[in-house]
């Protein structure tokens, strides 16, 4: 059973909170008995961490969710240049490691796409490698999607990110048959060497725990072990 997820996208508005939101549903949903948390490592400008807080009730503070924030809505060294701070990952990690510690399981929501500056010198995907942190990426249903995970999964491999799967996010909605052409999941798998654990069908409603869980329950859980036997 893994104790940390992190998850990624290919890059901003992939789908990485709805994906954050459904499997944070589906582990309140069947697993009440066990505690969990949820963490965005660093945020620039309002926006996932305030979204956990009103939609969860989290008993975590604003700080062990979101070590690191910055006002300005920008990458994470540009912004925090603005302010004449730091990036200062230790601060991430202690928090990290000290909520992985207290907690049966943690997701983690990355910021931006896989390749997004987290430092000057560091991506996300280097901060997942070096890190270990077994890491999932979202991937956008549209035209131009195979070759987006073709490539993230390339650079999730140079940076040696544990790539555990991918899964496919309908950011609007399409036909089944448009899903089928932009994103066929044989293929992205043979390309890829990387199973795909699902699709997320377009959620115009991310209040709705219970639809949220049902979602997640579809995706391939077993691969991720996120699923314990439930009597």
Do not use: H
Not at 42 to 50: A, H, K, N, T, V
Not at 179 to 206: E, F, K, M, R
């Amino acid at each position: 059973m893994l104790n940390a997820l992190l998850i990624t996208g290919t890059d901003t508005e992939a789908g990485k909170t709805v994906l954050t939101t459904t499997l944070a549903a589906y582990w309140q949903k069947y697993y009440p008995q066990r505690s969990w948390g949820i963490m965005k490592p660093i945020q620039s400008g309002i926006g996932d961490r305030e979204w956990y807080q009103q939609l969860f009730a989290l008993e975590q503070s604003a700080e062990e969710i979101t070590p690191l924030y910055f006002q300005a809505p920008l990458a994470p060294p540009i912004a925090a240049a603005r302010e004449n701070r730091q990036v200062d990952l230790a601060v991430v990690w202690q928090t990290l490691s000290e909520l992985r510690s207290r907690r049966d399981f943690v997701l983690i929501e990355a910021l931006g796409g896989l390749g997004s500056p987290i430092t000057d010198e560091l991506t996300v995907a280097d901060l997942a490698g070096k890190w270990r942190l077994p890491t999932v990426l979202v991937v956008p249903v549209r035209l131009g999607a195979i070759a987006q995970a073709v490539a993230n999964v390339a650079l999730a491999r140079q940076t040696r990110v544990n790539l555990k799967g991918i899964v496919l996010n309908c950011i609007q909605s399409y036909s089944d048959a448009e899903i089928a052409d932009w994103t066929p999941p044989d293929l992205i798998q043979s390309l890829t060497n990387t199973p795909v654990l699902g699709c997320l069908p377009y959620l115009d409603n991310l209040n709705d725990l219970d639809k949220l869980a049902q979602v997640a329950s579809n995706l391939d859980l077993e691969t991720l072990q996120l699923s314990y036997r439930r009597d």
